[in-house]
């Protein structure tokens, strides 16, 4: 069911690269449709979004009435929502204490020039949230409510025909006015051409992640990372608990057909008793068919021998979750430089930081924790730089920029600096 790899020879990490191209190839096939989606929901709007909604999901409620939002929070069970409340709480302290990287800069240099460095948080988001996860919902929105965005805006697709209350609550917690039953490129297009929203953040499936590309990016902006099929990587030893490893490695296998599931590992022996593992857990779950068809798509044990391939190989790999279950995993940790996130140790499995752990699960996939990051407060806010030149200073800083002026051949600048160099 997984594919193996065994880096004896000096090529693994192209191996290693032509598996992952396979997949992330894959996740660009099939999406012809999503640019036709995104021209027909701007030309024609409402009635596009509603033949796509009745199309794919048999949806024709688009918004939602208060009086049915507050009759399906009525059917959520306590327990859920005080778990709710209880990931509210822990996602806000930890994203709250990223309001310090978001300090405004003001200084005034020696000829009495005034520079500044503003931060403004973003008008308005749309939030694309799956339609059965309230985590996701808390996720993506926290940090967007602490960033003080003026504007919600919710696209949720119902499940089997309902929406969920879970959902529901974790939305009225956040503020949000303007909730809409709406999955897939249609809902994306709609977040950007019907409500217009400044910029959309939330993961999806492939035609959600290529409708987000798609879209003008002198329209609307999205997240600065690619938000595709989830993936794990697990570093594991000959110390690691087998049901630990085959766990995490299948509770990402049944989030999506696509997702990716990755085992590294010095010991051959742990690859087969892992594979057994999986199979024992796989007959207790209820999402057991998309778990066996992501583990045979993209389920990978890759065999090392050393330290350096360990640390190559995850560097390549630029996992979205990355857990480090050996004993020594301090060792590794400071060389990872790609991953959008890092559990260290046996008692973080990755799917407790999907829920309250209180860092971020929104994270970068497909190999973009090469150059991106996770959901923060950044994610929302525009920084404006102000600049306030006085009569001395422009004096003083005028000429070198004259002569860089003359040097690119833009003789307009230089009569613009020279202007104000000659006012009184």
Do not use: W
């Amino acid at each position: 069911m997984i594919k193996f790899i065994d880096c004896k020879d000096k090529s693994y990490l192209s191996r290693v690269n032509k598996i992952l191209s396979k997949r992330r190839n894959a996740e660009n096939q099939d999406i012809k449709i999503v640019k036709k989606i995104l021209n027909d929901v701007r030309k024609n709007e409402l009635k596009a979004l509603k033949k796509y909604e009745i199309r794919f999901s048999g949806n024709s409620e688009i918004r939602i009435s208060n009086e049915k939002l507050k009759k399906t929070i009525k059917k959520l069970n306590p327990k859920v929502k005080k778990a709710i409340d209880f990931a509210y709480k822990r996602i806000s302290n930890f994203h709250y204490r990223q309001k310090k990287d978001l300090k405004n800069i003001y200084y005034k240099d020696s000829f009495g020039n005034k520079l500044e460095y503003k931060n403004v948080p973003i008008d308005s988001v749309g939030f694309y949230v799956p339609g059965n996860l309230p985590s996701t919902l808390l996720m993506n929105t926290i940090p967007a409510k602490i960033a003080k965005v003026r504007r919600l805006v919710l696209a949720t697709p119902k499940v089997n025909g309902k929406f969920n209350s879970a959902v529901l609550y974790a939305a009225k917690k956040i503020g949000i006015k303007e909730i809409y039953s709406m999955g897939g490129a249609q809902a994306i297009a709609s977040l950007a051409y019907i409500q217009k929203v400044n910029k959309i953040v939330g993961p999806g499936n492939k035609f959600v992640a290529e409708a987000k590309k798609q879209l003008p990016n002198n329209l609307v902006g999205t997240e600065s990372m690619y938000c595709g099929a989830s993936e794990i990587c697990v570093l594991a030893d000959k110390y690691t608990d087998i049901n630990q490893i085959a766990t995490s490695l299948v509770s990402q296998a049944e989030h999506d057909p696509d997702s990716q599931c990755i085992l590294v590992t010095k010991q051959r022996s742990l690859i087969v008793k892992v594979k057994k593992e999986i199979n024992k857990i796989l007959n207790t779950i209820p999402r057991k068919k998309i778990a066996i068809s992501s583990l045979k798509k993209n389920g990978l044990a890759i065999k090392v021998y050393s330290d350096k391939q360990v640390i190559d190989v995850i560097n390549e790999l630029a996992p979205e979750h990355l857990e480090l279950n050996v004993n020594n995993y301090k060792r590794y940790e400071k060389k990872i430089m790609n991953a959008g996130s890092i559990c260290n140790g046996r008692f973080t499995p990755m799917s407790l930081s999907d829920y309250t752990v209180g860092t971020n699960h929104v994270l970068p996939t497909s190999g973009s924790a090469k150059f991106s990051s996770g959901l923060s407060l950044c994610e929302f806010v525009k920084k404006i730089s102000i600049v306030t030149l006085s009569k001395l200073g422009v004096e003083k800083i005028g000429n070198p920029a004259i002569t860089l002026s003359e040097f690119e051949e833009l003789f307009a600048h230089t009569q613009s600096i020279k202007s104000r160099m000659r006012r009184n």
